[in-house]
T-cell receptor, first 114, second 118 residues
Framework: LAKTTQPISMDSYEGQEVNITCSHN???????ITWYQQFPSQGPRFIIQ???TKVTNEVASLFIPADRKSSTLSLPRVSLSDTAVYYC???????????????FGKGTHLIIQP | GAVVSQHPSRVICKSGTSVKIECRSL??????MFWYRQFPKQSLMLMAT?????????EQGVEKDKFLINHASLTLSTLTVTSAHPEDSSFYIC??????????????FGPGTRLTVL
């Protein structure tokens, strides 16, 4: 599994856009990039997943440059409830590729202030 | 979306007792479930992979005789912490894999179980 590097923590204010960047220099051809969100004393929640270019859903966007050595999770107009730990994971997500558990890094602790 | 539940949400027990934690996929079948452990202010660590109808696969350093895993049906996996000790106090989280027709899959996590061993 490719190793990931993220900021340990970030602060922002309500209403702003927050971008969290993850480095994954050793990403493999079959690897997807997945982001999870975790609130204290809760299980992680899947946010978004992508392979290249841009992916957008109702909660976030994921930007992946052509070399795929990094990715950026973009949270539009954050609120206090977005305060959480955000994990970037990289791995082969093809079905039939084996029952692989996920390897979580340290994540980014995002703190949103009023 | 896929929902995974855990029971109990919190348990406090005395040292030496065994504790069983249940993980259920509520609206889908999961041939594969995973068990993670998370200590305070640390990340999740994969403990084992639970496969329906077969033995679990444990990560290096996880004692299979201490953490018994049973995946008897496509919607239920259980983790039993045998002879629990204070150092086993942690947040235990399960997840279930959803295999999609498209060529990727994702995991859905349960809410976690807080185990405190006195």
């Amino acid at each position: 599994l490719a190793k990931t590097t993220q900021p340990i923590s970030m602060d922002s204010y309500e209403g702003q856009e927050v971008n969290i960047t993850c480095s994954h220099n050793n990403i493999a051809t079959n690897d997807y990039i997945t982001w999870y969100q975790q609130f204290p004393s809760q299980g992680p929640r899947f946010i978004i997943q992508g392979y290249k270019t841009k992916v957008t859903n109702e909660v976030a966007s994921l930007f992946i440059p052509a070399d795929r050595k990094s990715s950026t999770l973009s949270l539009p107009r954050v609120s206090l409830s977005d305060t959480a730990v955000y994990y970037c994971l990289v791995g082969d997500m093809y079905s039939g590729g084996g029952a692989d558990g996920l390897t979580f890094g340290k994540g980014t602790h995002l703190i949103i202030q009023p | 979306g896929a929902v995974v539940s855990q029971h109990p949400s919190r348990v406090i027990c005395k040292s030496g007792t065994s504790v069983k934690i249940e993980c259920r996929s509520l609206d889908f079948q999961a041939t594969t479930m995973f068990w993670y452990r998370q200590f305070p202010k640390q990340s999740l660590m994969l403990m084992a992979t639970s496969n329906e109808g077969s033995k679990a696969t444990y990560e290096q350093g996880v004692e299979k005789d201490k953490f018994l895993i049973n995946h008897a049906s496509l919607t239920l996996s259980t983790l039993t912490v045998t002879s629990a000790h204070p150092e086993d106090s942690s947040f235990y989280i399960c997840s279930a894999r959803v295999n999609r027709v498209i060529s990727y899959n994702e995991q859905f996590f349960g809410p976690g179980t807080r185990l405190t061993v006195l």
